[in-house]
């Protein structure tokens, strides 16, 4: 029987983030299940309160007994929480570009700050000028031109309002580092990053340094790694040492 792969995508995608993905994936090893998260996709009326709590509550009522679990970025920090609620479910923990948290108090301040300025913006202005905004960072400067046309996609396919909720609600700053019972974590875990993700590298660095067994992959491409480098993540998926973009 094909091992069930959860898929959780990022802050302001859907499932649809994973069509590359699950395109690569062997049918008959693993069977992809991608859903959206609270507050995205088919879920995108929901305009709060959306927490951690929540989004575990619906993966898992989601998710068959047993399952892999992937997530990235902001459903990287879903998954972490998933992972730590209820491991005897999970077989395996795979993070891309996911942060475990900040751990500095006044940096969480300022985060959870900047993110309400976001919230207000997306209620507030033209939502296409949050999306070439949000585009436009550092972050995914580097892009090709073709994984921004997917991830501007993938973000029209929600509404303002309901990411708003989820910047309040499931913001880097609003998160508890989960640094400490992560390390004690004995689910096999995986991290995958790009090669020009150097803030993610370095965050998955430490995480894979402070769990026994975990095992760090760095693929070629960026931050928006799933839409650039689909191959890559699909054979980390896999447990194979993924090297080629594509």
């Not at 991290?191 to 067994?213: I, N, Q, T």
Request: proline share 9%.
């Amino acid at each position: 029987m094909p091992e069930t792969v959860v898929l959780l995508h990022g802050f302001s995608g859907t499932h649809r983030t994973w069509d590359g993905v699950c395109e690569r994936l062997d049918p008959e090893r693993y069977l992809p299940l991608a859903l959206d998260l609270p507050g995205h996709g088919a879920d995108s009326r929901n305009t709060g309160p959306i927490g951690f709590p929540e989004c575990v509550e619906r993966v898992l009522a989601a998710a068959p007994e047993r399952f892999t679990l992937c997530g990235y970025s902001l459903g990287g920090r879903v998954a972490m929480h998933i992972a730590l609620a209820a491991p005897e479910r999970l077989e395996r923990l795979v993070l891309i570009s996911a942060s475990p948290g900040i751990e500095d108090p006044g940096e969480r301040r300022l985060r959870r700050e900047s993110d309400e300025r976001l919230a207000e913006e997306l209620e507030s202005a033209p939502f296409e000028d949050f999306i070439e905004r949000w585009r436009t960072q550092p972050l995914f400067a580097a892009d090709p031109p073709r994984v921004g046309e997917l991830a501007r996609a993938d973000q029209r396919r929600n509404r303002p309002e309901a990411l708003a909720a989820v910047l309040r609600g499931l913001g880097t700053g609003e998160m508890e580092p989960l640094w400490e019972p992560l390390s004690r974590l004995e689910v096999p875990l995986s991290f995958a990053a790009g090669e020009r993700d150097h803030k993610f590298l370095e965050l998955g660095r430490r995480l894979v340094d402070s769990v026994p067994g975990a095992r760090m992959t760095v693929l070629p491409g960026g931050h928006g790694l799933v839409l650039e480098n689909p191959s890559g993540v699909a054979a980390v998926l896999e447990g194979v040492d993924a090297k080629a973009g594509g």
